[in-house]
């Protein structure tokens, strides 16, 4: 069982920076790949970042790439979401998950556990 817990959203101007992270309780959280993914009113949740665990392979969404930046602690049981450079299309809420596998890690089906949410938005 894992528990995630998101912080560190909030109001921001466009152009502005926002760090995310998200805290998972369990002793195995090194095993897991670690997404974000992001909702925004009447909209599917879409598929935002992943850190694949053990050897750090990265993947981006294209309309976040080279704004946002996945970073993870494996120590610490942390996963962070760096945002720079926000746009106003990048307010959602924002949910960080947890899955075994890697393979399919950009479509959040595949996910087993997610955290509760945090809100972010991003003025114009």
């Known amino acids: 069982q894992v528990q995630l817990v998101e912080s560190g959203g909030g109001l921001v101007q466009a152009g502005g920076s926002l760090r995310l992270s998200c805290a998972a309780s369990?002793?195995?959280?090194?095993?897991?790949?670690m997404g974000w993914f992001r909702q925004a009113p009447g909209q599917e949740r879409e598929f935002v970042a992943v850190?694949?665990?053990?050897?750090?392979?990265?993947s981006y969404a294209d309309s976040v790439k080279g704004r946002f930046t996945i970073s993870r602690d494996n120590a610490k049981n942390t996963i962070d979401l760096q945002m720079n450079s926000l746009k106003p299309e990048d307010t959602a809420v924002y949910y960080c998950?947890?899955?075994?596998?890697?393979?399919?890690?950009?479509?959040?089906?595949?996910?087993?556990?997610w955290g509760q949410g945090t809100q972010v938005t991003v003025s114009s």
């Open positions: 998950a947890a899955r075994l596998s890697w393979s399919g890690a950009r479509a959040a089906s595949g996910y087993d556990y």
């Open positions: 369990g002793r195995t959280f090194s095993n897991y790949a």
């Open positions: 850190n694949s665990g053990r050897y750090g392979t990265t």
